[in-house]
């Protein structure tokens, strides 16, 4: 049993306060919850705890400054649980700080790490290589194959599958550095950007397009051309429609995914003297202020 | 399982009002009893230790203590994210295994 005044790293002298600060800082040192990866935390805290048991009370310590009881004869500190030995999934579930096992996460974590293992040192795969490409967003959308030269001449063409994302990196096994030693090459990791379209947005699957239409479109509904990722559709756009109003082409959008229209009504800005006219003459069969949920 | 009241008798320093409290800013999460009250189980008792200790045993500032939570509770979530990690490394054919493992011993 360890001198409790050594366990603590105070001595004999050391004033109540002294002793509770000592303890203290070491308590936060060596408390197991705060150490889950060290098993030896539990016997160190254990000690302190033991020591502070003893110290920390002003008849116990004297007896022993005394001699009449040793360091174990204090032996107080009971058996515990701590809150680390509870740190499996199903218990530990309501304490997470996140989602339970994120497999990116993991993957974020690992990925480099792994990879870089095994482009270093003897290793005898080749180590992988990073390119860039920029695409523009129907090659994505629909899916391309584009060219790429790599900085000692080599070409690589790259198949964008449908629906790429910006910045996703596609990887081209067996593409990168040479291997050592006769080992396998690494591959060609490609971050493909994506250029955005002028017209079209997207929206997971989905594209969202702004179609701009005329007010007699609008009032009295038409048939109009409207551009797709894959060409222009024909789509009716029904009478009484407003700016806002959402329109649905059912599969025009990426793998599946639909094109959304959403309509915006657009009023003369030339002179139009006859529709000046029939409006001040106008007298609405519905009241309607649209801007009625202003504050 | 343990009501409030037996969990307070627990620890000598503890009383019903800083027990309650701490469940209110969610330190301790009990279960929700089926008439009213709290429901605390083994890994319940274990965090009012741990948050006991932090507090009476450690000092630590009251407005601290989520700090020093939130990050344990990382530490954690990652302990058992790299327990799962070992666990399927240990399922795969003995020469990835051994493969993963050298590659770790090199880093």
Redesign the interface.
């Given at each position: 049993m360890k001198d409790p005044y050594e366990t603590l790293g105070v001595d004999r002298t050391a004033s109540e306060a002294a002793i509770r600060s000592a303890?203290?800082k070491l308590?936060?040192r060596h408390?197991p919850?705060?150490n889950?990866?060290k098993p030896e935390a539990a016997d160190a805290f254990k000690d302190i705890a033991n020591a502070y048991a003893l110290l920390s009370d002003a008849d116990k310590r004297a007896r022993f400054d005394r001699g009449e009881i040793d360091a174990s004869g204090a032996e107080v500190a009971p058996e515990?649980?701590?809150?680390?030995?509870?740190?499996?999934?199903a218990?530990?579930a309501?304490?997470?700080?996140?989602p339970e096992?994120?497999p990116d996460?993991?993957e974020s974590?690992?990925g480099h790490?792994?990879r870089?293992?095994?482009s270093?040192?003897s290793a005898m795969r080749g180590a992988d290589a990073h390119y860039t490409l920029t695409v523009d967003f129907l090659d994505a959308a629909n899916g391309a194959v584009r060219r790429l030269t790599l900085p000692d001449g080599r070409t690589l063409d790259v198949t964008i599958p449908a629906g790429h994302r910006d910045g996703q990196v596609l990887r081209l096994k067996g593409q990168g550095m040479p291997g050592i030693g006769g080992g396998p090459p690494g591959d060609a990791l490609i971050a493909v950007a994506v250029r955005p379209h002028k017209l079209f947005r997207r929206d997971g699957n989905d594209i969202v397009l702004e179609l701009p239409v005329t007010l007699q479109e609008a009032v009295l509904g038409a048939k109009v051309e409207v551009p797709t990722i894959k060409g222009p559709v024909s789509l009716r756009i029904p009478a009484k429609s407003t700016t806002g109003k959402r329109l649905m082409l059912r599969g025009r959008g990426i793998v599946g995914g639909h094109q959304y229209v959403d309509l915006k009504v657009m009023t003369p800005t030339q002179d139009e003297p006859e529709l000046a006219a029939f409006l001040e003459g106008w007298k609405p069969r519905h009241r309607f202020n649209p801007r009625g949920g202003l504050p | 399982m343990m009501r409030l009241d037996a969990v307070v008798a627990l620890f000598p320093d503890l009383d019903a009002v800083e027990l309650s409290a701490w469940i209110e800013r969610r330190w301790v999460r009990p279960d929700q009893a089926s008439g009213n009250g709290w429901v605390f189980t083994e890994i319940d008792i274990a965090r009012v230790r741990l948050v006991r200790d932090l507090r009476h045993e450690m000092d630590i500032a009251e407005d601290t203590i989520p700090l020093v939570l939130a990050l344990m509770d990382q530490v954690y979530d990652l302990r058992r994210t790299l327990a799962a990690m070992a666990r399927a490394i240990e399922d795969q054919p003995p020469d990835i295994r051994d493969a993963v493992l050298a590659a770790l011993r090199r880093g």
């Open positions: 303890y203290r308590a936060k408390h919850d705060l889950p990866g515990r649980p701590f809150y680390r030995d509870f740190n499996d999934a218990r530990h309501r304490y997470g700080a996140g096992f994120d996460d993991l974590l690992f790490a792994f870089d293992q095994f270093r040192g | -």
